[in-house]
């Protein structure tokens, strides 16, 4: 059972690239979700999507978009990737009428 | 924002001694969660609490849900090096479909 599962797990851009980050759960929840966590800054909401079809601005959704494919899949982009985007980020998912978010491993981006 | 205050920000025991960690907030919370990230990995729930007075234990780890719905803590008995990592605390307001994380308390065990 993978749970979520992001790809990939280090990317490496130059300022100005592009770049979609792939979420993908097995768990059949409603909810996902798209952090980034930052030395000292704990875990900070970016984007959400509450079912499929919907996404919503979290605490930190500037330089960002997402797309809810589908069920299964919700991916973060950035446009044109400035140095301070670089951080670690991470995807959760959460079912129905439930409070517990299941978190992916994480991919940790660097941005020069 | 919301914001939950977690401490203390870091902590560095002795094998074999109890550890305890809380978090506080301004607003209510209807549920809160406590996980722990290893390094290089995703946070891993811990335990979860649903309401207001609430005491639950997972093993050595033991939390509780504030009867004010504003804070709640954690403790961790008898530390082993393996409890390692950084501990998050979580609010979720029910109306809302986002968990708000605190900046964390990272653990350190010297055996």
């Known amino acids: 059972n993978a749970g979520v599962t992001q790809t990939p797990k280090f990317q490496v851009l130059k300022t100005g690239q592009s770049m979609t980050l792939q979420c993908a759960q097995d768990m059949n929840h409603n909810s996902m979700y798209w952090y980034r966590q930052d030395p000292g800054m704990g875990l900070r909401l970016i984007y959400y999507?509450?079912?499929?079809?919907?996404?919503d601005k979290g605490e930190v959704p500037n330089g960002y978009n997402v797309s809810r494919l589908n069920k299964r899949e919700f991916s973060l982009r950035l446009e044109s990737a400035a140095p301070s985007q670089t951080s670690v980020y991470f995807c959760?998912?959460?079912?129905?009428?439930?409070?517990?978010?299941?978190f992916g491993q994480g991919t940790r981006l660097t941005v020069v | 924002g919301q914001q939950l205050n977690q401490s203390p920000q870091s902590m560095f025991i002795q094998e074999g001694e109890d550890v305890s960690m809380n978090c506080t907030s301004s607003s209510i919370f209807n549920t809160w969660l406590w996980y722990k990230q290893d390094p290089g990995e995703g946070p891993v729930l811990l335990i979860a609490?649903?309401?207001?007075?609430e005491l639950t234990s997972n093993g050595r780890l033991t939390a509780q849900f504030g009867t004010t719905r504003k804070d709640s803590f954690l403790n961790i008995s008898a530390s082993i090096p393996s409890d390692v990592g950084i501990y998050f605390c979580a609010g979720h307001r029910g109306s809302q479909g986002n968990l708000i994380f605190g900046k964390g308390t990272k653990l350190s065990v010297k055996p």
């Open positions: 609490l649903y309401k207001a007075g």
């Open positions: 999507s509450a079912s499929e079809g919907t996404t």
């Open positions: 959760a998912s959460m079912r129905l009428g439930n409070t517990e978010a299941f």
